[in-house]
Structures are given as C-alpha cells and as structure tokens.
C-alpha cells in the first residue's frame, strides 16, 4: 500500500477515535465542551480542508476533513451540553476570531488564507486551555493525544510539502501537546489537594 495513502487513513482512524470517546463523555456529563472553541473550531476545520485541497494536499486533509464534521456535531451539543464557566477573556477570543474569519473572506491567496485560519485556532484554543487549567476533570485527555497523532498522519500523508498545507497541520500539533501537557500538569497538582479535585470536577 501507498505510504501516504496509508498514513491518510491512520489519520483518518485516530480522528475517528479521538472524538468517539470525547462525544461518549460529552452525554455521561464527565466533559463540558466550551461552545466558543467548538464553533471556531467548526468552521476553521472546513475552511482549512478547502484551503489544503486548492493547495493539493490529497490524502493529507482525510483526518481534518473527518475532524470537522465531528467538530461541528460537538459545537451543536454544546447547546446542551457545554461549560457555563465562560470568562470575558473568552468572549474577547471569541470576537478576535471571528474578526479574522470575517476579514479572510477577502482573501484571495491560500497561504495567507492558512495563516489567518491558524492565528484564529489559536485564539479558539484559549477559552478551553484556560477551562481545562481551572478544571481539568471537565475536558477528555485523550482527545487531544490522540488528536495530535492523527495531525502527525496527516503531516506524513501530504503529497506536497508547502507553507500552505503544513502551516496549519502543525499549529494543531503543538496547540493539542499543549492542551495534554496543561490537563496532565494540572490534575498532578490538584490530586494532592483533595478539596480542590472535588471542586474542579463538580463545577461546569
């Protein structure tokens, strides 16, 4: 089998299996998805998989292609289901990055087009790496690792390393080894304070 055939589809497979477990948690009440990541999120993955395909990029968009739908399935569910711990910090994110959205519509050139969509990621990673530091227990790790070895397929699986397909794939990269760094580093610190475990696992 083709190597980036084959990496396409393990990225494919641990998109799949990133999310599964996360959505699972989602309707058991164990995580709380902050509504304002999950909609920059949404868009920005489509947004990046037409990007990345103008740009030739095949195989290497299958996982962020099966990553955004997902995406946009959790951002409905917020509806219901998501954090009430929203800070004015992340209403600002979340202005910030709509802004951006609204100003890449005029953009005409695909790598611009992939700087802005990373810039504006990284301002929908904020409110939830800021949730996840106050409240660790209300986010699923494994999303993020996982996430992170699916963005790894996807980087190996491009049939043509540029700017404009890799720039983005590897934002995702080091924005979900933060958030696992971020949710092991915090929990570690709250275990040995049993007080503050049950507090940050019962607030949402």
Partial sequence: MDFKLLSGLLATVFATTCFLPYIRDIVRRKTAPHIYSWL????LQTVGVIAMLSDNARFGV???AVGSVFCTAIFLSCLRYGTKNITKLDT???IGALSVIA?????KNAFRSILLITCVDLM???PTMRKG???PWSETSSLYYLGTI???FSLLALSRYTPTTVLYLASLIVTNVCCVIILATRRRQ???KPRAVDSSRLSR
């Avoid at 920059?40 to 868009?43: F, N």
Wanted: glycine share 8%; proline share 0%.
């Fill in 124 to 126: 929908g990673f904020i």
């Fill in 40 to 43: 920059v999120w949404s868009i």
């Fill in 190 to 192: 709250l275990m040995s």
């Fill in 150 to 152: 699916s963005n790894i």
């Fill in 92 to 94: 600002l994110c979340l």
């Fill in 103 to 107: 100003f890449w519509v005029f953009q």
């Fill in 62 to 64: 299958c996982g962020l």
């Fill in 133 to 135: 530091y106050e409240q």
